[in-house]
Protein backbone atom coordinates (compact mmCIF):
# COMPACT_ATOMS: atom_id res chain seq x y z
CA UNK A 1 0.00 0.00 0.00
CA UNK A 2 1.16 3.81 -0.63
CA UNK A 3 0.51 6.86 0.92
CA UNK A 4 -2.95 7.17 2.10
CA UNK A 5 -4.84 9.59 0.36
CA UNK A 6 -8.19 9.48 2.29
CA UNK A 7 -9.72 7.98 5.25
CA UNK A 8 -13.07 7.58 6.56
CA UNK A 9 -14.24 5.71 10.02
CA UNK A 10 -17.76 5.41 11.05
CA UNK A 11 -18.20 8.39 8.12
CA UNK A 12 -22.41 8.64 7.66
CA UNK A 13 -25.17 11.25 6.35
CA UNK A 14 -28.43 11.80 8.46
CA UNK A 15 -31.23 13.79 6.78
CA UNK A 16 -34.55 14.58 8.22
CA UNK A 17 -35.19 11.87 6.29
CA UNK A 18 -33.45 9.08 7.37
CA UNK A 19 -29.93 7.94 6.68
CA UNK A 20 -28.36 8.12 2.83
CA UNK A 21 -25.48 6.05 4.03
CA UNK A 22 -23.84 5.13 7.74
CA UNK A 23 -20.92 3.44 9.51
CA UNK A 24 -18.21 3.92 6.38
CA UNK A 25 -15.00 2.55 7.13
CA UNK A 26 -12.39 2.63 4.24
CA UNK A 27 -9.05 3.79 3.22
CA UNK A 28 -7.55 4.68 0.38
CA UNK A 29 -4.18 4.95 -0.62
CA UNK A 30 -2.13 5.54 -4.22
CA UNK A 31 -2.97 2.39 -6.26
CA UNK A 32 -5.55 1.43 -4.67
CA UNK A 33 -8.99 0.92 -6.66
CA UNK A 34 -12.05 0.99 -4.69
CA UNK A 35 -15.75 0.40 -5.93
CA UNK A 36 -18.76 1.57 -3.90
CA UNK A 37 -21.39 -0.83 -4.88
CA UNK A 38 -25.19 -1.07 -4.29
CA UNK A 39 -28.36 -0.45 -5.77
CA UNK A 40 -30.09 3.00 -6.75
CA UNK A 41 -30.97 4.70 -3.88
CA UNK A 42 -28.29 3.44 -1.35
CA UNK A 43 -26.47 6.44 -1.33
CA UNK A 44 -23.47 5.66 -3.36
CA UNK A 45 -23.03 9.42 -5.39
CA UNK A 46 -23.78 11.26 -1.99
CA UNK A 47 -20.67 9.21 -0.20
CA UNK A 48 -18.33 9.49 -3.62
CA UNK A 49 -18.93 13.43 -3.34
CA UNK A 50 -18.08 13.14 0.81
CA UNK A 51 -14.99 11.19 -0.08
CA UNK A 52 -13.56 13.72 -2.72
CA UNK A 53 -14.46 16.77 0.18
CA UNK A 54 -17.06 17.61 -2.57
CA UNK A 55 -20.54 16.86 -0.11
CA UNK A 56 -20.99 17.10 3.81
CA UNK A 57 -21.63 14.38 6.29
CA UNK A 58 -23.09 14.61 9.96
CA UNK A 59 -21.53 11.30 11.37
CA UNK A 60 -17.94 9.83 11.94
CA UNK A 61 -14.33 11.72 10.97
CA UNK A 62 -12.97 11.59 7.36
CA UNK A 63 -9.26 12.88 6.95
CA UNK A 64 -7.95 13.54 3.15
CA UNK A 65 -4.60 13.53 2.87
CA UNK A 66 -4.12 14.56 -0.67
CA UNK A 67 -6.05 16.69 -3.71
CA UNK A 68 -9.20 15.10 -5.38
CA UNK A 69 -10.16 15.65 -8.55
CA UNK A 70 -13.66 14.05 -10.03
CA UNK A 71 -14.28 12.61 -12.99
CA UNK A 72 -17.48 12.15 -14.70
CA UNK A 73 -20.00 12.21 -12.03
CA UNK A 74 -23.89 12.51 -13.71
CA UNK A 75 -25.48 15.51 -12.88
CA UNK A 76 -22.81 17.39 -10.79
CA UNK A 77 -19.70 17.22 -13.40
CA UNK A 78 -20.51 16.52 -16.66
CA UNK A 79 -19.23 17.01 -20.40
CA UNK A 80 -20.40 20.43 -22.26
CA UNK A 81 -22.53 19.50 -24.72
CA UNK A 82 -21.04 21.99 -27.51
CA UNK A 83 -17.63 21.32 -26.86
CA UNK A 84 -15.17 18.87 -28.49
CA UNK A 85 -13.34 16.54 -26.88
CA UNK A 86 -10.05 18.33 -27.59
CA UNK A 87 -11.64 21.61 -26.47
CA UNK A 88 -12.59 20.60 -23.10
CA UNK A 89 -9.13 18.74 -22.78
CA UNK A 90 -7.54 22.44 -23.73
CA UNK A 91 -9.99 24.65 -21.98
CA UNK A 92 -9.09 22.62 -18.71
CA UNK A 93 -5.79 22.90 -19.31
CA UNK A 94 -5.68 26.66 -19.57
CA UNK A 95 -7.79 26.72 -16.62
CA UNK A 96 -5.46 24.86 -14.68
CA UNK A 97 -2.39 27.19 -15.79
CA UNK A 98 1.37 26.50 -15.30
CA UNK A 99 2.01 23.84 -12.51
CA UNK A 100 4.06 26.35 -9.77
CA UNK A 101 7.78 24.87 -9.05
CA UNK A 102 7.29 24.35 -5.87
CA UNK A 103 4.28 21.54 -7.10
CA UNK A 104 6.13 20.13 -9.29
CA UNK A 105 7.44 17.34 -7.60
CA UNK A 106 4.02 16.15 -6.50
CA UNK A 107 2.55 16.41 -9.78
CA UNK A 108 2.33 13.37 -11.70
CA UNK A 109 4.73 13.56 -14.75
CA UNK A 110 2.44 12.97 -17.39
CA UNK A 111 0.58 16.02 -15.70
CA UNK A 112 3.14 17.84 -15.88
CA UNK A 113 3.43 17.56 -19.64
CA UNK A 114 0.26 17.75 -20.82
CA UNK A 115 0.07 21.51 -18.82
CA UNK A 116 3.18 22.01 -20.81
CA UNK A 117 2.35 21.20 -24.14
CA UNK A 118 -1.01 22.63 -23.85
CA UNK A 119 -0.36 24.72 -27.05
CA UNK A 120 0.88 21.99 -29.03
CA UNK A 121 -0.54 19.05 -28.65
CA UNK A 122 -2.51 18.63 -25.04
CA UNK A 123 -5.27 16.08 -26.60
CA UNK A 124 -2.57 13.65 -27.40
CA UNK A 125 -0.50 14.34 -24.42
CA UNK A 126 -3.65 14.26 -22.20
CA UNK A 127 -4.59 10.98 -23.59
CA UNK A 128 -0.99 9.57 -22.81
CA UNK A 129 -1.19 10.94 -19.39
CA UNK A 130 -3.94 8.95 -18.57
CA UNK A 131 -2.18 5.49 -20.82
CA UNK A 132 -5.14 5.30 -23.06
CA UNK A 133 -3.15 6.01 -25.98
CA UNK A 134 -3.74 2.71 -27.76
CA UNK A 135 -7.11 2.33 -27.56
CA UNK A 136 -8.68 5.67 -26.45
CA UNK A 137 -12.67 5.16 -27.69
CA UNK A 138 -13.09 8.40 -28.69
CA UNK A 139 -12.06 11.28 -31.73
CA UNK A 140 -10.61 14.58 -30.81
CA UNK A 141 -13.63 16.52 -33.19
CA UNK A 142 -16.26 14.62 -30.88
CA UNK A 143 -18.54 16.81 -29.14
CA UNK A 144 -20.17 16.40 -25.99
CA UNK A 145 -23.78 15.61 -26.57
CA UNK A 146 -22.68 13.16 -29.10
CA UNK A 147 -20.74 11.22 -26.54
CA UNK A 148 -21.69 7.40 -25.49
CA UNK A 149 -22.23 6.46 -21.62
CA UNK A 150 -18.31 4.87 -21.88
CA UNK A 151 -17.02 8.03 -24.01
CA UNK A 152 -18.44 10.50 -21.18
CA UNK A 153 -16.70 8.09 -18.48
CA UNK A 154 -13.00 8.32 -20.49
CA UNK A 155 -12.99 11.63 -21.30
CA UNK A 156 -14.00 12.47 -16.94
CA UNK A 157 -11.16 10.90 -16.42
CA UNK A 158 -8.66 12.31 -18.97
CA UNK A 159 -9.88 15.45 -17.86
CA UNK A 160 -9.20 14.80 -13.92
CA UNK A 161 -6.01 13.72 -14.25
CA UNK A 162 -4.74 16.80 -15.59
CA UNK A 163 -4.33 18.62 -12.40
CA UNK A 164 -2.09 15.52 -10.45
CA UNK A 165 -4.35 14.60 -8.03
CA UNK A 166 -3.87 12.23 -5.90
CA UNK A 167 -7.71 10.33 -5.79
CA UNK A 168 -9.99 10.62 -8.68
CA UNK A 169 -13.43 9.58 -8.38
CA UNK A 170 -15.71 8.40 -10.57
CA UNK A 171 -19.95 7.75 -10.36
CA UNK A 172 -21.92 5.28 -11.95
CA UNK A 173 -18.96 3.39 -14.07
CA UNK A 174 -20.93 0.55 -15.50
CA UNK A 175 -24.34 2.81 -16.30
CA UNK A 176 -25.43 2.76 -20.27
CA UNK A 177 -22.54 0.04 -21.31
CA UNK A 178 -22.61 -3.15 -22.70
CA UNK A 179 -20.40 -5.79 -20.45
CA UNK A 180 -17.36 -5.59 -23.48
CA UNK A 181 -17.49 -1.91 -22.51
CA UNK A 182 -17.86 -2.19 -18.72
CA UNK A 183 -14.61 -4.89 -19.03
CA UNK A 184 -12.55 -1.90 -20.52
CA UNK A 185 -13.29 0.73 -18.29
CA UNK A 186 -12.48 -1.53 -15.31
CA UNK A 187 -9.41 -2.39 -16.72
CA UNK A 188 -8.83 1.56 -17.11
CA UNK A 189 -9.36 2.71 -13.74
CA UNK A 190 -7.38 -0.48 -12.61
CA UNK A 191 -4.45 0.93 -15.26
CA UNK A 192 -4.81 4.56 -13.22
CA UNK A 193 -4.42 3.03 -10.02
CA UNK A 194 -1.38 1.29 -11.52
CA UNK A 195 0.09 5.03 -11.82
CA UNK A 196 -0.13 6.26 -9.04
CA UNK A 197 -3.21 7.34 -8.34
CA UNK A 198 -5.89 6.21 -5.63
CA UNK A 199 -9.27 5.61 -7.51
CA UNK A 200 -12.74 5.60 -5.90
CA UNK A 201 -15.62 4.05 -8.36
CA UNK A 202 -18.93 3.81 -7.77
CA UNK A 203 -21.18 1.17 -9.63
CA UNK A 204 -23.91 -0.85 -9.23
CA UNK A 205 -21.75 -4.68 -9.92
CA UNK A 206 -18.11 -4.94 -10.65
CA UNK A 207 -16.41 -7.07 -12.79
CA UNK A 208 -15.06 -10.40 -11.96
CA UNK A 209 -11.90 -10.11 -12.94
CA UNK A 210 -11.84 -6.48 -11.36
CA UNK A 211 -8.78 -6.06 -8.24
CA UNK A 212 -11.34 -3.31 -7.16
CA UNK A 213 -11.45 -3.19 -3.51
CA UNK A 214 -15.12 -3.58 -2.82
CA UNK A 215 -17.65 -1.34 -0.44
CA UNK A 216 -20.78 -2.49 -0.81
CA UNK A 217 -23.60 0.06 0.79
CA UNK A 218 -27.01 -1.63 2.55
CA UNK A 219 -30.21 -1.82 0.11
CA UNK A 220 -32.63 0.94 0.71
CA UNK A 221 -35.83 -0.19 2.70
CA UNK A 222 -38.79 -1.34 0.59
CA UNK A 223 -41.59 0.65 -0.84
CA UNK A 224 -44.88 -0.57 -0.88
CA UNK A 225 -46.42 -1.45 -3.61
CA UNK A 226 -50.04 -0.02 -4.77
CA UNK A 227 -51.49 -3.42 -5.02
CA UNK A 228 -50.00 -4.39 -1.66
CA UNK A 229 -51.92 -1.32 -0.04
CA UNK A 230 -55.08 -2.37 -2.07
CA UNK A 231 -54.94 -6.01 -0.75
CA UNK A 232 -53.87 -5.14 3.00
CA UNK A 233 -57.52 -6.47 4.97
CA UNK A 234 -58.72 -2.88 6.38
CA UNK A 235 -61.90 -5.02 8.93
CA UNK A 236 -62.32 -4.38 11.87
CA UNK A 237 -61.35 -7.67 14.48
CA UNK A 238 -64.31 -10.22 15.47
CA UNK A 239 -65.57 -9.48 18.66
CA UNK A 240 -64.61 -12.22 20.99
CA UNK A 241 -66.30 -15.06 22.00
CA UNK A 242 -68.95 -14.96 25.07
CA UNK A 243 -67.58 -17.31 27.91
CA UNK A 244 -68.73 -20.20 28.18
CA UNK A 245 -70.48 -22.11 31.44
CA UNK A 246 -68.59 -24.39 33.30
CA UNK A 247 -69.30 -28.24 32.95
CA UNK A 248 -70.92 -29.92 36.06
CA UNK A 249 -68.68 -32.86 37.91
CA UNK A 250 -69.32 -36.38 36.45
CA UNK A 251 -72.73 -37.71 37.87
CA UNK A 252 -74.23 -34.36 38.56
CA UNK A 253 -77.96 -34.05 37.87
CA UNK A 254 -78.08 -30.94 35.89
CA UNK A 255 -80.97 -28.33 37.50
CA UNK A 256 -84.18 -28.15 36.47
CA UNK A 257 -84.94 -26.06 34.15
CA UNK A 258 -81.35 -26.07 32.75
CA UNK A 259 -80.43 -27.60 30.04
CA UNK A 260 -77.87 -30.47 29.49
CA UNK A 261 -73.94 -30.20 29.30
CA UNK A 262 -72.84 -29.78 25.74
CA UNK A 263 -76.39 -29.41 24.04
CA UNK A 264 -77.19 -26.01 22.96
CA UNK A 265 -79.91 -24.41 24.43
CA UNK A 266 -83.57 -24.86 23.07
CA UNK A 267 -85.16 -21.55 21.74
CA UNK A 268 -88.45 -21.11 23.28
CA UNK A 269 -91.15 -21.03 20.40
CA UNK A 270 -92.47 -17.60 19.91
CA UNK A 271 -96.49 -17.25 20.78
CA UNK A 272 -98.89 -17.71 17.94
CA UNK A 273 -100.61 -14.74 17.33
CA UNK A 274 -104.89 -15.51 17.91
CA UNK A 275 -105.89 -15.40 14.24
CA UNK A 276 -109.25 -13.28 14.14
CA UNK A 277 -112.58 -15.07 13.70
CA UNK A 278 -113.45 -15.53 10.00
CA UNK A 279 -116.50 -12.67 8.93
CA UNK A 280 -119.70 -13.86 9.68
CA UNK A 281 -122.23 -14.65 6.73
CA UNK A 282 -125.58 -12.30 7.14
CA UNK A 283 -127.57 -13.80 4.42
CA UNK A 284 -130.55 -15.06 5.87
CA UNK A 285 -130.49 -19.27 4.84
CA UNK A 286 -133.98 -20.73 4.56
CA UNK A 287 -134.73 -22.21 7.43
CA UNK A 288 -134.44 -18.39 9.04
CA UNK A 289 -137.39 -16.91 6.47
CA UNK A 290 -140.87 -17.67 7.93
CA UNK A 291 -143.45 -19.36 5.63
CA UNK A 292 -146.42 -17.42 5.16
CA UNK A 293 -149.28 -18.09 2.98
CA UNK A 294 -151.39 -15.72 1.04
CA UNK A 295 -155.33 -16.32 0.93
CA UNK A 296 -156.30 -15.00 -2.69
Known amino acids: MGDVVVEARELGLRTRRGWVFRDVDLTAARGDLHAV?????????????????????THGRLLPHGTSALGHVPGVHEPDPALTVAEHVRERLLLLGPVPHRRRQLVPVAALRARCAYRRDAFATAIAGAGLTDDVPFEPA???????????????????????????????????????ERAWLWAALSHLADRGYAVIATA???EPDSPAIVHRLGDPPPVPSLSTALTRDTRPPLPPMPPTAPEPPAGAEPPTGAEPAGQPPVEAEPPTRAQPPPPRDTTPSVTDVETVEVTP
Not at 40 to 50: Q, V
Open 37 to 57: VGPPGSGRTSLLLALAGRFPT
Open 142 to 180: TRGRDLTPLQRQVLGLVLATLSGPALIVADDVDAGSDPA
Open 204 to 206: RTV
